[in-house]
């Protein structure tokens, strides 16, 4: 598990996608999240604007990305 660390209360699942170099631009973050292929804690979520907190786990292309504060 990739550990992102954040320095804002939340991070919305869009934008973490494009942080982790999942996806590209926010277009293809918003499709992907709309056709089902993300999940968060082990759901799949569809609301890109989704505010995501440290301990949440963010899943995508095999790889899982944890969120933490930075020190």
Same mark, same amino acid.
């Given at each position: 598990m990739k550990i992102i660390s954040i320095t804002t209360e939340y991070i919305k699942l869009q934008d973490l996608l494009k942080f982790a170099a999942v996806t590209e631009t926010g277009g293809e973050a918003k499709q992907r999240i709309q056709e089902g292929e993300i999940l968060v804690n082990g759901e799949v979520c569809t609301m890109r604007g989704k505010k995501l907190r440290p301990g949440?786990?963010?899943?995508?292309? %095999?790889?899982?990305? %944890?969120?933490?504060?930075?020190?």
């Amino acid at each position: 598990m990739k550990i992102i660390s954040i320095t804002t209360e939340y991070i919305k699942l869009q934008d973490l996608l494009k942080f982790a170099a999942v996806t590209e631009t926010g277009g293809e973050a918003k499709q992907r999240i709309q056709e089902g292929e993300i999940l968060v804690n082990g759901e799949v979520c569809t609301m890109r604007g989704k505010k995501l907190r440290p301990g949440d786990v963010v899943s995508a292309d %095999g790889q899982e990305f %944890g969120l933490s504060y930075a020190d």
